[in-house]
């Protein structure tokens, strides 16, 4: 049976490229890149030359990059990093779709007596802009925010955020796992003080991360112990994932006019085409602006988890909400801040394309998904 990969952003493969880039550092040149002697050379320029590619998609200095082990630490580091360093400050804000990776760590400083506003969004999955002026105090110490939704795609638009928080004071740390390497990301552009970017969302190993801190931003590191990272983020360096991480930033770079013009081509077609083939379906956040290779379809009357089992039968490999909380039986929280009641929500499956999905992947899909439906439906009416 063939895999018909479209989960992507729940992860991505390695890339051939991107795994010779790494495999020499996990074997000849295995040197920490710290020792003097010349085991660590190699290395240590590789870590280098890396920075230099991550900052390169950012369009950010290399020194403003820290390599993390994933999306999750760089996010943990940059709010609590900020929490720690102003303690003065109390306030946090951040919105109803973001990731765990986020809402945790937002719910701890919480439960340790912060003050938490968590801005709501509408049915396209859009914040009000006035709502988060409206919430900004002068205690606020950080405005986090997610680049672009891992259920819906549904991009935010951080540069009106980034102005509005910096009018009065206040950084903005963006979780930017899903959207780095599939549209432009520049940090100039999105005026953001944190970006936090996942290996393995863009074609690079699981374990390696990054975080772009800008220049100047006040935040304390949250790890302590050895001088790697210049002490940002301590512990000897994951040299193959971060050349890994680097090749893959790289790539990304080099395929961003593709998920532009052919991946977005074929997630309309799959799009357009399912919601003809099937009655009672919608697609999630279709009115907002959105990744390109992102489709949250549900199909009204069916459970998301049952027909992911069915579809999985056949070769397809999709997702019910985030991969993260799949197993735990929860309605999405993302779609049920959108609005959707808790059958809508459950109705619902997540494409994620990638620029390795091919015309025929979007045709087995529009073959198998229409006819499961249907099964599913007549065999429910019928119980
Ligand atoms: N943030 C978002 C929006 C994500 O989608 C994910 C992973 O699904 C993460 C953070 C966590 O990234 P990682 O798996 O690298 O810890």
Redesign the pocket.
């Known amino acids: 049976m063939r895999t018909i990969y479209l989960d992507n952003?729940?992860t991505t493969p390695v890339l051939p490229a991107v795994f010779e880039a790494m495999r020499p550092f996990l074997t000849e040149h295995f040197g920490n890149p710290s020792s003097p002697h010349h085991m660590g050379d190699k290395p240590a320029s590789a870590i280098r030359d890396a920075r230099v590619k991550v900052a390169s998609l950012l369009g950010c200095a290399d020194t403003e990059i820290v390599f993390t082990s994933?999306?999750?630490?760089s996010?943990n580091i940059a709010i609590r990093g900020t929490l720690e360093m102003n303690r003065e400050r109390r306030h946090i804000i951040t919105t109803a779709v973001e990731?765990s990776?986020?809402l945790n760590p937002v719910k701890r400083y919480a439960s340790l007596g912060c003050d938490v506003t968590v801005l709501a969004v509408d049915r396209a999955g859009r914040l009000s802009l006035d709502a988060l002026r409206d919430a900004l105090r002068d205690d606020t110490a950080l405005v986090s925010v997610?680049f672009a939704?891992?259920e819906t795609g549904v991009i935010f638009p951080i540069d009106r955020i980034a102005e509005i928080a910096h009018a009065r004071g206040v950084p903005v740390h963006v979780?930017a796992?899903?959207g780095a390497g599939k549209v432009p990301m520049d940090v100039k552009t999105l005026g953001a003080d944190f970006v936090?970017l996942?290996?393995?969302?863009l074609h690079g190993p699981?374990g390696v991360?990054a975080l772009y801190i800008r220049k100047g931003t006040k935040w304390a590191p949250v790890f302590l112990g050895g001088s790697q990272e210049r002490g940002r983020r301590p512990g000897t360096e994951n040299a193959a994932g971060i050349v890994a991480l680097g090749a893959a930033c790289e790539h990304g770079a080099q395929t961003l006019v593709r998920y532009h013009s052919d991946v977005r081509a074929l997630r309309d077609r799959l799009e357009k085409e399912l919601l003809a083939r099937v009655t009672d379906s919608f697609v999630n956040g279709v009115a907002s602006e959105r990744l390109p290779h992102t489709s949250n379809i549900g199909f009204l009357g069916i459970d998301g988890n049952a027909m992911l089992v069915l579809l999985d039968e056949v070769g397809i490999c999709v997702s019910a909400g985030?991969?993260?909380k799949s197993g735990a039986g929860l309605p999405s929280h993302v779609l049920g801040a959108m609005g959707l009641s808790p059958e809508e929500a459950a109705s619902c499956l997540r494409f994620s394309l990638s620029s390795l999905t091919t015309p025929a992947d979007i045709d087995a899909c529009l073959e198998h998904v229409p006819a499961i439906v249907e099964r599913m439906r007549r065999n429910f009416i019928s119980a």
Do not use: I, P
């Open positions: 952003n729940a994933c999306g999750t630490e996010n990731h990776a986020v997610m939704n891992n979780d796992v899903q936090a996942s290996g393995h969302k699981k991360g985030s991969a993260c």
